[in-house]
Structures are given as C-alpha cells and as structure tokens.
C-alpha cells in the first residue's frame, strides 16, 4: 500500500492486475484453504481442485461463495 501512495505522489497512475487464483505453496492458498474459499474436486471430497494455468499449479476462488468473495476483496483492499 505504502508504495501505491508514494507512486501516485509522485504523478504515477497505477493500475493492479490481480487473478482469483493461488499457487500452491503460497500464504494466499493456505490462508484460502483454511477458510475453504478455493473450488473444489468433484465427489465431496472437500480438497481444492487444483488446476494447472500460466503461473504452474494453483487453486481457484470459489466465485460463487459470498465468503469468498469478501475474504478476496479484502485482500485485495491491503494493496491500496
């Protein structure tokens, strides 16, 4: 956040590219599965379905969950 400000003070426009996804290994994820925000694999096991996209193996956000969305928009507030 603090760096956001010190670009905009400085005349920058600055613009975020965020995607609803998570590697692996990140604090996103754990903090994500903990809460049971990622999609999950068919057949009720309740483990995030992980997929594989341009960053390497991740997990999606479960859009379709109000919980999730809010934890993701809250995360997201951090940055600004």
Do not use: I
Not at 11 to 33: I, R
Not at 66 to 80: D, E, I, N, P, T
Request: hydrophobic content about 45%; aromatic content about 12%.
């Amino acid at each position: 956040a603090g760096m956001v400000r010190r670009l905009h003070d400085l005349g920058f426009a600055v613009t975020l590219w965020v995607t609803p996804f998570a590697e692996l290994p990140s604090e996103a994820y754990a903090e994500g599965a903990a809460a049971g925000h990622w999609l999950t694999k068919s057949g009720g096991s309740g483990e995030p379905a992980v997929v594989r996209w341009w960053q390497g193996d991740g997990v999606l956000l479960n859009v379709s969950d109000s919980g999730a969305r809010a934890w993701f928009k809250q995360r997201m507030q951090r940055l600004v």
